[in-house]
């Protein structure tokens, strides 16, 4: 009971804080013990919906009757399954997400509000409604095969993380993987899980072709500032593990120290890059935080909850790396911001990059070995006239 009246006051005395600042949060937060192992710390509505859901307490003590936030899986049947882009400040064209949410919980996650598109929102329900995309190895062996089809190295993981935890059960990623190692086409993976260590059998066979790089996504040292802000992925020590295994096995690794969160994660920039180098990563870069549409709000949220002697000192320095805003989307700048703090950050991964011995020989994938699928795969063909 007391340890329940404690929580209840902490919780009660972090909206208290909130308005003290200026914040217009607060009252939309979910009590703690139904977002227990969660990274947002509300369930807004998400921003195409012409109603508002709002959660409060009436009085009627109704929040012990609510149930706690649990996965909950929802199979979806894409059309298409190769997304292409054209932004000049990335390095692929094409990309492969076999999944929409992520379970990991990641609260800086720019892809949360993806799922507003979903009429959901982008706080809880990004992390506990999961969209599996069914049939996803056999979209990709037909759009393989198209004629006009031509290899560039396709991005695994650029929205979501394909290595979260429902890929163990429902083993989306690994069909693909299956299916690129098939046609020998070559594939780029950024993760921040350890599970990619059980595709092994496929990955070392296309890295001796030099068909796969894997990037693991490591944002902090600590276990409790990771268990704070990504509260269901792997613990670092598992990720450098997994860096390790990786480059024994002869799989090119590398690491992203992302994001760097102003005060909370940003004097661990030398320290991670230092221990991911001494297990194997040979290539490594940085992304600036970003709080593109609804994030801006689930991140002061988070920082109200975990951090609120922080939230304006991070705020403000968020801001000053984009034009004082909390997110600027220009090409270019959105990954690393600009302004002296960005400016510092930059030349601090740079400096300790090159000591370190980063980037020097950068992997090339090969496009030249893939061969199309053939057969039925194709679809029907056309007759010809003559």
């Given at each position: ?42 369930n807004e509505t998400g921003r195409f919906e012409r109603t508002k859901r709002e959660e409060f307490d ?329």
């Amino acid at each position: 009971m007391q340890a329940q009246q404690s929580k209840a006051r902490d919780y009660s005395e972090r909206v208290v804080v909130a308005r003290q600042l200026g914040v217009a949060l607060g009252d939309g937060l979910v009590a703690p013990e139904r977002r227990r192992g969660r990274g947002a710390a509300s369930n807004e509505t998400g921003r195409f919906e012409r109603t508002k859901r709002e959660e409060f307490d009436d009085g009627w003590d109704t929040d012990e009757t609510l149930a706690p936030f649990k996965t909950e899986v929802i199979h979806e049947r894409a059309r298409t399954i190769i997304s292409r882009n054209e932004s000049p400040d990335i390095s692929f064209d094409r990309s492969i997400n076999p999944y929409r949410g992520c379970e990991h919980g990641c609260v800086y996650c720019f892809a949360r509000p993806t799922h507003a598109y979903m009429g959901l929102s982008p706080g809880l329900d990004f992390e506990s409604k999961l969209f599996v995309k069914d049939g996803a190895a056999a979209l990709l062996e037909r759009e393989l095969a198209a004629p006009n089809y031509r290899p560039r190295t396709m991005a695994l993981g650029t929205n979501t993380d394909p290595y979260q935890p429902i890929e163990r059960q429902y083993r989306v990623t690994r069909s693909v993987l299956e299916v690129l190692a098939r046609y020998d086409h070559p594939v780029g993976i950024v993760t921040k899980s350890n599970l990619v260590l059980r595709d092994l059998d496929i990955l070392a066979p296309m890295a001796a072709k030099g068909l796969v790089k894997v990037y693991l996504s490591v944002t902090t040292l600590d276990k409790e500032i990771a268990r704070k802000m990504e509260p269901r992925a792997p613990i670092p020590a598992r990720r450098l593990e997994a860096i390790e295994r990786l480059a024994q096995a002869g799989v090119p690794v590398g690491v992203l120290v992302a994001p760097i969160v102003p005060a909370v994660n940003d004097s661990e920039i030398e320290a991670i890059l230092t221990r991911a180098h001494a297990a194997g990563a040979r290539e490594g870069g940085y992304v600036m935080l970003r709080l593109p549409l609804e994030l801006r709000d689930i991140f002061r949220e988070w920082l109200l909850v975990h951090y609120p002697d922080k939230l304006r000192h991070t705020m403000s320095l968020v801001q000053s790396t984009r034009g004082g805003k909390d997110y600027d989307s220009q090409w270019g700048k959105r990954m690393a911001g600009s302004g002296p703090y960005a400016w510092m950050i930059g030349r601090r991964f740079e400096i300790a990059a090159a000591r370190l011995g980063y980037n020097e020989t950068p992997t090339r994938l090969r496009c030249d070995l893939f061969h199309p699928p053939e057969g039925e795969a194709k679809g029907p063909k056309q007759l010809s006239l003559f």
